[in-house]
């Protein structure tokens, strides 16, 4: 998966079909992602209960989960992937292993820090 494509991708339709990443708030594109991560532990609970759900329901809201947490990260002004890593490899060295995800050069680190306060 090329995820800088995806972002792109999700970017354009999300301003086509819905409005400007930048017309809501962080907190109004967490609050969506919230719903969905909701939506997915629904779907858990029934399992978790009994139910018969459809894998396909489940991976549909990863999906969607996937989908938010990437708009919300560029409303923030990060790659979503690259604080993945960088958070990864901070848990690594708190356990110290040496399991880490090396294959990103640090100029791409980029952290919240540097855009608190102007994007709230
Ligand atoms: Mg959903």
């Not at 995820?3 to 109004?28: A, G, L």
């Not at 996937?66 to 960088?86: K, P």
Request: include cysteine.
């Amino acid at each position: 998966m090329d995820t800088q494509h995806f972002s792109e991708v999700n970017k354009k339709r999300c301003d086509e079909c819905y409005h400007k990443i930048e017309d809501w708030s962080p907190t109004d594109w967490a609050c969506a992602l919230a719903g969905e991560v909701g939506e997915l532990c629904n779907f858990l609970k029934k399992m978790r209960r009994g139910k018969n759900v459809d894998i396909k329901k489940i991976r549909h809201e990863i999906g969607d989960v996937f989908t938010y947490l990437d708009l919300l990260s560029q409303r923030l002004g990060v790659d979503m992937f690259e604080c993945a890593i960088e958070k990864f490899n901070i848990v690594s060295d708190k356990f110290e292993t040496n399991i880490k995800y090396e294959d990103v050069p640090e100029y791409k680190i980029t952290s919240l820090k540097k855009y608190r306060g102007k994007i709230i």
